[in-house]
């Protein structure tokens, strides 16, 4: 169950927070970019023995939420399962893709991992307000 209005928000220029969970339960959520690959949410890592790394290679279950950088009441909720990493020349690629989505040219670092995330559930939520600080 993939929300088109989330598939967009993942493949713009929006910032994701992903939430894996700790081993005692407890929820850690740290700042990546995203992306889409078919049907399935993608993130890496260029260190895949980080905290989200060892997270998710003992349990594979995270929620992705993002922002729509145009208006910060457009936001997506993702649910799923980590269910495979791609590396190499094939990682690196991808990375680079998305670097030049966020940043306008290649990622500098090479040896990446880029988690393959099979979405469950996803929903986007807009509210009617504009962004307006005092």
Known sequence: MFDPG??????GVNFVHLSTLMKDGSPHSTVVWGHTRGDQAIFFTNNPQSLKGRNIARDPRVALSMI???????????RGRVVGTLTGDEADAIVDAMSHKYVGRPFPMRGNTVYLIDVASSRLTELPFEDSPA
């Open 6 to 11: 989330v598939r967009a928000l993942l493949e």
């Open 68 to 78: 729509d950088r145009d208006n910060p009441y457009r936001t997506g909720m993702l």
